[in-house]
Nanobody, 124 residues
Framework: QVQLVESGGGLVQAGGSLRLSCAASIRTFSDYDMGWFRQAPGKEREFVIAISWRGSTYYSGSVEGRFTISRDNAKNTVYLQMNSLKPEDTAVYYC??????????????????WGQGTQVTVSS
């Protein structure tokens, strides 16, 4: 059974940084595209950033230049480094995974597995 476990969320002041981690219990992790999505109160879950099994990266326009994604296949872990955080980045952040099979890594519906989410709060 695939499990994704996020960690690293918390409270930070605007302009600060956080790094989220997502540990995956996937035997063939290196074959998986991994993404981060977020959901703010009263809003739909939205795409943030993704990294393909080959290492290609995809960014939402709202985070490009501030957030980066990386993966360590030896540790079955994907990371989200968030810099220059803004109050509008406040949300629950979810890690998601899917076996590479084409399709759009930015699309929420493409993902089969989801973590429980971790809260990120940015104060002004």
């Amino acid at each position: 059974q695939v499990q994704l476990v996020e960690s690293g969320g918390g409270l930070v002041q605007a302009g600060g940084s956080l790094r989220l981690s997502c540990a995956a219990s996937i035997r063939t992790f290196s074959d998986y595209d991994m993404g981060w999505f977020r959901q703010a109160p009263g809003k739909e879950r939205e795409f943030v950033i993704a990294i393909s099994w080959r290492g290609s990266t995809y960014y939402s326009g709202s985070v490009e230049g501030r957030f980066t994604i990386s993966r360590d296949n030896a540790k079955n872990t994907v990371y989200l480094q968030m810099n220059s955080l803004k109050p509008e980045d406040t949300a629950v952040y979810y890690c998601a995974g899917r076996h590479n099979n084409g399709g759009d890594p930015r699309s929420l519906k493409e993902y089969d597995y989801w973590g429980q989410g971790t809260q990120v709060t940015v104060s002004s």
